[in-house]
């Protein structure tokens, strides 16, 4: 994480709204529609880049491995493993 010798100022809209300084959203990746966790804790507002939806992932794996039962039949842990490294590999 980089350390800001000086804070950039945002102000907030009638809306609500409030735009992230540019530096900010080019070093974390932020473009349009990217979804933030937003918390209000004591006198500060912490934002977060959401994490991955982990139940969408699951159901890519399950779909995967379901498919490849459908194929060949029972299959081993170790297959199984190779299935959720490889749906890993690909986010």
Known sequence: MIKY???DVAVVSSKGQVVI????R???GIESKT???VYGYRDAVIM?????DVA????DVFKRV???FAKYGELTNEEIEE?????????
């Open 26 to 28: 080019k070093m974390l």
């Open 48 to 52: 977060k880049l959401e994490l991955p």
């Open 66 to 68: 379901d498919a490849k």
């Open 83 to 91: 299935i959720i490294q490889d749906h890993r590999r690909e986010e």
């Open 5 to 7: 010798e000086k804070p």
């Open 21 to 24: 300084p540019q530096a900010i």
């Open 56 to 59: 969408k992932g699951l159901e």
């Open 35 to 37: 979804k933030l966790l």
